[in-house]
């Protein structure tokens, strides 16, 4: 029997036992953008590789995948997608924090630079978006040239966290 030979087994429970319906999948990409990562190509790879596996993302109900993308450097970089865009606009706004130790999120509207509910987004209802952010993040990242290589990827996964509260 499979739940004596494997590690793990998962078990499909039927709608009788759930108290409120499943949680929407959430995927929250971090990349690095240092200049090394540039250099080598590597941030290409990356971006190409998310924009080719957009579509077949798991979870049961795609039209619920929410997606959202941080790139970091010596800052952080977050992308603000909005499904409703402004006429020739295509909602895309790129928000820069420089000072990586301390990092705060904005909660409502009114709050600058972007609320939290533009950077996890409907992948369905901001497809087109989210596929030019992936080929558009190359040329917006602006690393110094040859500088110290320095990552803030333990302010980027605590930001990460921040942002995933919610979900």
């Not at 029997?1 to 929250?28: I, K, N, Q």
């Not at 190509?41 to 971006?47: A, D, E, M, P, T």
């Not at 301390?102 to 609320?115: C, Q």
Request: aromatic share 6%.
């Amino acid at each position: 029997r499979p739940e004596l030979s494997c590690g793990s087994v998962e078990f499909t429970a039927p709608a009788e036992y759930m108290v409120r319906p499943p949680m929407p999948p959430v995927y929250l990409a971090l990349v690095e953008a240092t200049d090394s990562s540039l250099r080598s190509g590597i941030l290409n790879v990356v971006l190409t590789s998310l924009r080719d596996a957009l579509d077949s993302l798991p979870g049961s109900d795609h039209s619920r995948v929410k997606f959202g993308i941080i790139t970091y450097s010596s800052s952080l970089q977050f992308y603000s997608i909005r499904a409703q865009a402004e006429r020739g606009s295509l909602g895309l706004r790129m928000l820069v924090v420089p000072d990586v130790e301390h990092v705060s999120l904005w909660s409502s509207p009114d709050d600058l630079p972007a609320p939290v509910g533009d950077l996890v987004v409907n992948y369905v209802e901001c497809k087109k978006q989210v596929k030019h952010l992936l080929s558009f993040i190359p040329a917006a990242v602006q690393v110094p040239p040859r500088g110290p290589c320095t990552s803030s990827l333990g302010a980027a996964l605590q930001t990460a966290m921040l942002v995933l509260g919610g979900t």
